[in-house]
């Protein structure tokens, strides 16, 4: 999956919990946004639940690498 996100180009939210100087707070928001759904689309209905609630992809992604 890492491998993936680098590939589309959506690795930064998962690389860093602030935004990083080359993103406007909107654009960020939006990009976390949308590595959130792209992460939560390559899961498992019961992995899915597991990180449903987490509010960034960078939490997203650290909850997955703790747990797996």
């Known amino acids: 999956m890492h491998?993936?996100?680098i590939m589309k180009g959506q690795i930064d939210p998962i690389e860093s919990e602030n935004p990083i100087e080359e993103y406007k707070t909107i654009e960020w928001e939006?990009?976390?946004?949308?590595?959130q759904a792209t992460i939560r689309m390559h899961l498992s209905e019961l992995v899915y639940f597991t990180v449903e609630s987490c509010p960034m992809a960078f939490q997203l992604w650290k909850t997955l690498s703790d747990t797996y």
Not at 30 to 35: A, F, G, L, N, P
């Open 30 to 35: 939006k990009v976390d946004k949308i590595v």
């Open 3 to 5: 491998d993936y996100m």
